[in-house]
């Protein structure tokens, strides 16, 4: 398998423009996960979803954060618009049941 | 030894010594705890895991102590190399759905 593939890798935009981070779980994995990364606040939880379906939003920063997982094998995590304090690393992760999580590489945002 | 750095704890160790990372825990509900390794640009990536009806796991290299009296958690490596350099978190899942991390300690292996 392929693990936890993140899209785009980098993205620099301008504030007040949208982003779209993609992920493509690893097949067979019930969960999905998105994290956000900082040197001041570590590895937040934004949201989780098992079989598609969003269980807990409760870290998601504001109303301009939305994610959704139309299918098993996709999910996306926009901002709109952006600002300049949503500079982070983002990552999905996802997992079975039980067990470990498996992270993507990272979608490191920088919002000029 | 380990000191506080700007952003992260840091523990500096010599190649070939036994390396000591701890964490608390903030829930004494949580059921499952696990380590991960973070190197430089990447996601982190599973180490060891336990469980709360255990106190002591071992892997290759690695032993997790649990201690849910005082809600501490340690990662052990023996004999640390220089591939270990990272930063380490701990995490734990609560009811086994939401995996929660600590704030990561960075590791370095002087050769």
């Known amino acids: 398998d392929a693990g936890v593939i993140q899209s785009p890798r980098h993205e620099v935009t301008e504030m007040g423009q949208e982003v779209t981070l993609r992920c493509k779980p690893i097949?067979?994995?019930?969960?999905l996960f998105w994290y956000r990364q900082t040197m001041m606040r570590g590895l937040e939880l934004l949201i989780y979803f098992n079989n598609n379906v969003p269980i807990d939003d409760s870290g998601m920063p504001e109303d301009r954060f939305s994610a959704k997982m139309p299918n098993a094998s996709f999910s996306t995590l926009k901002i709109q618009p952006s600002e300049p304090r949503d500079s982070a690393v983002y990552f999905c992760?996802?997992?079975?049941?039980?067990?470990?999580?498996?992270f993507g590489e990272g979608s490191r945002l920088t919002v000029l | 030894g380990e000191s506080v750095g700007l952003h992260l704890p840091t523990l500096s160790v010599q190649e070939g010594d036994n390396s000591i990372i701890n964490c608390a825990y903030s829930?004494?509900?949580?059921?499952?705890f696990i380590w991960y390794k973070q190197e430089s640009g990447k996601g982190p990536q599973f180490i060891i895991d336990i469980r709360s009806n255990m106190d002591k796991r071992q892997g290759q290299r690695v032993t997790v102590l649990l201690n849910k009296t005082v809600k501490h958690l340690s990662l052990q490596i023996a004999a640390t190399q220089p591939g270990d350099s990272a930063v380490y978190f701990c995490?734990?899942?609560?009811?086994?759905?939401?995996?929660?991390f600590g704030a990561g300690t960075r590791l370095f292996v002087k050769a």
């Open positions: 097949s067979g994995h019930d969960y």
């Open positions: 829930n004494s509900a949580s059921d499952y």
């Open positions: 995490a734990e899942n609560t009811g086994g759905f939401k995996t929660i």
């Open positions: 992760a996802s997992r079975k049941l039980a067990g470990e999580l498996f």
